[in-house]
């Protein structure tokens, strides 16, 4: 339902995000002593796959 001028923004923000969570949760929450990331390549290894699915 988002024009498609914003799907790719969108869809990438929110797999970048889950990136994030499953970081944060693969080291038992620990959002204190750590920061929580997705790295480049990581970022890189998502992003084809939210543009094929953000084109139609």
Known sequence: M???????????????YQGILEDIAAHGGDVFTR???VGKWGKL????????RTRG
């Open 45 to 52: 290894r998502r992003l084809p796959g939210v543009w094929l």
């Open 2 to 16: 988002l024009n498609r001028d914003g799907r790719f923004a969108i869809g990438a923000a929110a797999i970048l």
């Open 35 to 37: 920061r929580a990331h």
